[in-house]
C-alpha cells in the first residue's frame, strides 16, 4: 500500500496571467438556471439546486462526504486539510434561491465544512466528440488575513478511485475551478502519472492561474468550464473561466501509459468542497487557518452541467477491464470488490469469514459491473450472495442481477432489511431466469429510502 498522498495543487508556481481568448458574455442573475443546450451538444446531467431553504442537495444525484477522510484512504483526505467534513445544513444546504452553500464553520477550535461528489462517476466523451463540464460559482467573499486557510474547489476524479483510494494520481484529476486564500486567482490543474514527480511533475501538478474576468472571484459569480476533446487528434484538455481559455494540455505531452491510465478506464466524478488548511493554502499563506480567519462565508454554486458534443443517446463509456481478460466462471465465488466498474460504493475490510474486503456505503441506484462472466452451455438458474447490513427500522432494498445494462430488466432479485449489523453476514438465494452463455453482469440495488442499506462480499450462480 502507498503512502497517503499530498496533493498540494500548486506548491511550485505563483498566480500568472495567461493570455486568453476573450468571447463575450453577458450578464447574468445570481440565480440563473442552467443554461440552454448549446446547438449541436447534448445534455448529459445537470443540476440547478433548486429546493428549499436549509435543504440537503438531492441524495440521488450527490453523495455527501463526511469526516477526516475516506474509510480506509489517506488521512485528511490526502492533502492535509484539517476542517471535518459534515452533512449539517450549517455546512452544506440549498438557499431556497436555487444555489448551493458549502460552508466552512468554526466551532471552539475544529473548523467544519461541505463535501459532495456525484453518484455518476461515468462523466467521459464518447470517441470523437467533446464532453463540457461547467458550473457557475462565487468564491467564499472573503480576502486579506480573513482569508487565510480557504480552499473552494471544483473539480473531478477517475472513477477507479471509488473504493481504492490509493491509486492517485494515475486515475486522473481535472480541477476545473481551485482558489486559496481568498486570491483573486482562479487555478486550473491536471493531476497525473505517479506521486512524487512523474509527466504531471506531482504532487504540483500541471496548472495555471489567472484573475477572474470583471469582478473579483469572490465577490461575484463566474463560470469555470473544463472541456475534454476527443474530437481532435491529439486529444486536448482545455479550462476557461467566463469563456475565456487560460490553460490546455494535449496528449501528445504525455506517454501513452499515462495518457490511458487516466482517460480509458469508464469516466470521472465531480466534486464540490471547501476545505481549511492543507498543503495548497499553506504554500501561498504560511500554516493556515490562522486566529485572524474568519468562520462561516460560503461558497455558492448556482449549478453544475454536462455537456457532450454531438446528439443522440449517450454512448456506453470504454472501460478497460482491470480483472481476468479470460473472464470469470459464473459458478466461481466472485469477490464483489473484483468489479471492473460501479457506481456510488465503496471498499472496505470485512470481518467475514475468511478476512479480505467487501463492498459497502450501497444504497439505491449504486451498482457493479463484471465482465465476461462465462455461464456455459448449461442454464443458470439461482443466484446467492453473502451480504450484510446494519440500516435502519423501516430501510431496505433489492439486491438485482441484470446482463448487458445496469437499465435492463433484471433477471432475479431478493429483498434485504437488516441483518444485525453492517458485518453480520448472511447467505441469501434467489431464483433467476435461465441464462446460458457469456455476459457482462450487472448487480444493481434499489430501495425506497436514499440511506444506504446493504454490504456485499460475494456472489455466485448454480443450477
Keep these: 500500500m502507498s503512502r497517503p498522498r499530498m496533493r498540494n495543487r500548486s506548491l511550485r508556481w505563483i498566480p500568472v496571467i495567461v493570455a486568453a481568448l476573450t468571447l463575450p458574455m453577458a450578464a447574468v442573475a445570481a440565480n440563473a438556471a442552467v443554461p440552454p443546450t448549446p446547438s449541436g451538444w447534448s445534455l448529459v446531467w445537470s443540476d440547478d439546486f433548486n ?15 463526511t469526516g477526516h477522510s475516506y474509510p ?21 444546504s440549498l438557499d431556497g434561491g436555487g444555489n448551493l452553500r458549502i460552508t466552512p464553520v468554526k466551532n471552539g477550535s475544529e473548523w467544519t465544512s461541505g463535501r459532495i461528489e456525484t453518484r455518476r462517476a461515468d462523466f467521459k466523451p464518447a470517441d470523437g466528440r467533446i464532453l463540457r463540464i461547467e458550473g457557475r460559482i462565487q468564491m467564499p467573499n472573503v480576502t486579506g488575513d480573513a482569508a487565510l486557510g480557504y480552499w473552494p474547489a471544483f473539480w473531478a476524479l477517475g472513477g477507479p478511485y471509488r473504493g481504492n483510494y490509493w491509486n492517485w494520481p494515475a486515475i486522473g484529476e481535472f480541477d476545473i475551478m481551485e482558489n486559496v486564500n481568498g486570491i483573486n486567482s482562479v487555478w486550473a490543474v491536471l493531476h497525473c502519472g505517479v506521486n512524487p514527480g512523474g509527466p504531471c511533475n506531482e504532487t504540483t501538478g500541471l496548472g495555471a492561474s489567472r484573475t477572474c474576468p470583471g469582478a473579483s472571484c ?5 463560470t469555470y468550464r473544463f472541456e475534454w476533446d476527443r474530437s481532435v487528434s491529439p486529444n486536448q484538455l482545455r479550462w476557461y473561466v467566463d469563456g475565456q481559455l487560460f490553460h490546455s494540455l494535449s496528449q501528445n505531452q504525455f506517454d501513452a501509459t499515462t495518457w490511458n491510465n487516466m482517460t480509458s478506464h469508464q469516466g470521472y466524478f465531480l466534486l464540490l468542497n471547501v476545505a481549511m488548511g492543507g498543503a495548497f493554502p499553506n504554500a501561498l499563506g504560511g500554516q493556515t487557518p490562522t486566529a485572524a480567519t474568519v468562520s462561516g462565508r460560503p461558497m455558492l454554486v448556482d449549478y453544475v452541467a454536462v455537456w457532450q458534443s454531438g446528439s443522440g443517446p449517450e454512448p456506453t463509456p470504454t472501460v478497460t477491464p482491470t480483472g481476468d481478460p479470460g473472464g470469470v466462471d459464473a459458478r466461481s465465488t466472485i469477490q464483489a470488490e473484483a468489479h471492473q466498474a460501479q457506481s456510488g460504493v465503496m471498499v472496505e475490510s470485512t470481518t467475514d469469514a475468511g478476512g479480505g474486503q467487501n463492498v459497502g456505503g450501497i444504497g439505491n441506484g449504486n451498482w457493479l459491473r463484471f465482465d465476461n462472466v462465462r455461464f456455459g452451455s448449461t442454464a443458470a ?3 446467492k450472495a453473502r451480504v450484510a447490513s446494519g440500516a435502519a427500522g423501516g430501510v431496505s432494498g433489492l439486491v438485482q442481477v441484470r446482463l448487458g445494462s445496469p437499465t435492463a430488466a433484471p433477471i432475479g432479485d431478493f429483498a434485504i432489511a437488516n441483518t444485525g449489523g453492517w458485518q453480520s453476514w448472511r447467505t441469501v438465494p434467489a431464483n433467476i431466469a435461465p441464462v446460458t452463455g457469456t455476459h457482462t453482469v ?4 434499489s430501495s425506497g429510502q436514499p440511506a444506504d442499506f446493504v454490504n456485499l462480499n460475494w456472489f455466485s450462480f448454480g443450477d
Excluded at 218 to 222: D, G, L, R, T
Excluded at 442 to 445: D, G, P, S, V
Design 72 to 92: 480506509g484512504g489517506p488521512a485528511n483526505w490526502g492533502t492535509g486539510e484539517i476542517q471535518r467534513y459534515t452533512s449539517d445544513p450549517a455546512n452544506l
Design 442 to 445: 450487472y448487480i444493481t440495488f
Design 381 to 383: 438458474t439461482q443466484f
Design 218 to 222: 469572490q465577490s461575484a459569480f463566474h
Design 51 to 65: 429546493g428549499g431553504a436549509g435543504s440537503l442537495p438531492s441524495s440521488t444525484d450527490w453523495i455527501i462526504d
